[in-house]
């Protein structure tokens, strides 16, 4: 509410002073129409019960406050989920040798904060013998491989029973049609009470301004997805919402070096995914809590 | 009564009942011209009684014979001399050069009386080792390289393993987690 | 409506005059409040990396107290049901205080969780209808709904019948005993849903019981009755107002009582968590014994432990609990060690270890803690202006002065 006041005054301060100056320059007027826009923007509403206008300006004025920040030429995707389309995800435990280029490469895929190193993804390097992750760890490093060791991947697995949407207070968080769960931004408040409520630890809370190099930002980005966020708002993998509804592979399954990471349509009985389902002896991670979740472990 | 009803209404219009999400969009299948246009990219080979599989061209990568041997024939049976006799061979104890090129021809693989060139040597590799063979077939061997919407093309087996000396060179560790942020190091007492 | 508006400024005047003392009291609270706002203002101008929470334990301090302070609020209600369903005329005096306090611990419940909101500027988007009320699903939305009604109840119960007292009346009983009956089923509801918002998380299970519910309410009416106690018993030695030595004997049978819930309470998780310890126990593990070396609650607990038991027995004890130089510090130690128990020793170990069992732990910053003394003033304070007023005008001492004063001891 401040901070709508506040840049609503400097707003009219820029008028007022632009028009003292008795010229209006092409920055003025630019300046003005921005700040005018962050003021709207404070009162927009949620997205998920926005009309089909409402949303295409709401992703405008991202794109255009994105590209004023950043200066790669930044487009911002509002694309919809797909009819007949249920996303799902398979890791094999056999495959992962622990080298965390997934985590690398969705790092460089979806704009988090650099600052305070964020990724969605944890490798946790197991004991071989227990699937205990409180005997892992996630502090590892290596050259090769060490003996008696696996590697267990996780990270948001988009339940279709997620308990972070039921406890939001303000339904900030939701699941899409096709399957993926994701934040409004904006709506959010900053509560965590999502991320006491995951099961998975997948959801990463912006306790500071997020910080991204102007090279190192990635251009194409989706307004539920890898939009640059700010401070004091829940985020985390939507798996790379921005590729996926495009047809592509999320940037960890692209980078798996030993294609341990298989991701598909769970509605096409030809998927990879509906393979691996029906022929391998899968299982999930915590299925004793009811959440449901779409991403599968199994071994070869 | 009438008093409830309209406070009900008000109640449930209220509160967040009902579960609004966006709308989906209709199928957006991908274009056959599109599909013809990435197989014809990744020079895709069909993999022999599996429709709707692709494995890469591999044959393209590779340097023809004659760009080293030029046109002429190139002479055999030299005492002394074995065919690429440089190329290291650590592919489990008992496999000699002959185990898998069966022809003069370097180019012609082949295992029992079956033939097969460099592009599907796949089911080279499978005659040996039919069960990652299988899961090759199945998604969970192997690296796809297209989309999950686009036409199935998988890498060839040798596009990771090194069909000559197969075992994996080490692949070091990157992004290392911070687990305990920065802004918090250093406030545990007593603590290593 | 004149009357009213007279009202509220003689109860400010009233408020905002006495000794020397009581000015030193305002203002050094106003301080408290001042430092705890320039605090904030840190955290709010760079976000909540100023305290030591963190993805692993991501509520911490202000939600201990949140959590803590609506029991506090919700044992007004153990004043409020003696004097108005039972007619214990002993308790008559206190309740309209009991209230008072009931109203503090709200108030400083509430900014707790404001302050605690990584986006308190968008915290409209909780109201229906402008906003998206995730109503009855998140359980959030349950304490809203309840925090603020049990707050209105507070405010509009005793303002009723001040409000009456100031103009000479007594009021009908008729036109306050239902909202009053209410608020005794809506403390239970306040306390119950706070549990509730921890206890419906599968994630954590620490805090996934059965028994959470009630141990709250258990710890609530030890630990709220006993601030009460001293409250009260502060106003007596003091010749504030005049309490009867019974009415706090009363209030120590309630406090014992429910001390000794507790500790039955306690004991059953004990037994539950270490009898067999299964995957689920970690958590309380890292609380008494520490895991992986990580311990830096272990001492905390059990000196809070100690003295919860050491307190229960010595309250339990006729001849020691009737005593008021036995009993006031007694009721000290009881409130510490629940404070201790419900606050940081019931919502950080939810945390540890993280549900990929990783264990970072988690130590307060000077922001929260400076935040947190600018709302115990704030909270300090409200108390002081509300309590200043009410006991002048059941004194007699402050009435509309077309009236005359209904004569003291009130019967309500």
Known sequence: MVKGLAVGAAAI????GVMASGTITEQDQKEREMSGDEFDGYFKKNYRVMTESERQATIARFELKARERYSKAIHMSGSLAEAGVLFGYAFNLSRCNGSRKCVQACVEENNQDRATDMQYIRMIEMEKGTFDVEHGTADYDHVEVPDGKFFFGTQCHQCENPPCVKVCPVGATWKENDGIVVIDYDWCVGCRY????????????NWQEPSIADEEVNPDQHILGNQVRSKGVMEKCTFCIQRSREGQNPACVEACPTGARIFGNLLDPESEIRNIL???????????????PKFWYFMD | MKLESVFFCTVLSLVGCGNPVPPSSEARPISEGEKARTLKELKAIPVEGHEGLWVEGRSHQLKKCTE????????????????HGD????????MECSTCHVSEIPAVLGFGTKRVNLDQSHHLCASCHNTQGEDFILGSHGK???????????????????????????????????IIPDRLKGQEPDHE | MRILLRFITDGLKEAFSGSRLYFCWLGLLLSGLLLGGYAYCHQFRYGLQVTGMSDHVSWGFYISNFTFLVGVAAAAVMLVLPTYILKDMDFSKAVLLGEAVAVSALIMALCFVTVDMGGPERLWHLIPGLGYFNWPQSLLTWDVVVLNGYLGLNLLIPFWILFNHYRGKKPNPKTYLPFVVLSVFWAVAIHMTTAFLYAGLPARPFWNSSLLGPRFLA?????????IILILGFFRSFKIYDIKADTLNKLALITTGAA????????????????WPTHHSSSARYLFFGLDGHHALTSTIWAAVIINLVATVVLTINPLRKRLWILFPTCIALFGAIYVEKGLGLVVPGFIPSPLGEVVEYFPSTIELMVAMGILCLGLGVFTVLSKAAVAIETGRLCHPDVKPLSPPQET
């Open chain 2, 68 to 83: 080293c041997h030029g046109s002429e024939p190139v002479p055999l049976d030299v005492p002394g001399k074995q065919a």
């Open chain 1, 13 to 16: 301060g820029v008028g007022a």
């Open chain 3, 260 to 275: 000794q819930v507790n500790l039955i309470m306690l004991a059953s998780e004990l037994f539950k968590e270490f009898y």
């Open chain 3, 219 to 227: 710890s609530a009416f030890a630990g709220g009755p006993a601030l």
């Open chain 1, 278 to 292: 029906a022929n391998k002896k899968v299982f999930r991670f915590k299925e004793e809590l009811g959440t449901e």
């Open chain 1, 194 to 205: 999502c991320q006491a409520a995951c099961p998975y630890f997948a959801r990463r809370f």
């Open chain 2, 87 to 94: 190329v290291k061979l650590a592919h489990a104890k008992f």
């Open chain 2, 144 to 178: 796809r390289m297209t989309g999950w919407k686009g036409p199935r093309v998988v890498k060839s087996c040798v596009a990771c393993h090194d069909p000559h000396e197969p075992s994996f060179k080490a692949l070091p560790t990157m992004a290392h987690p911070k």
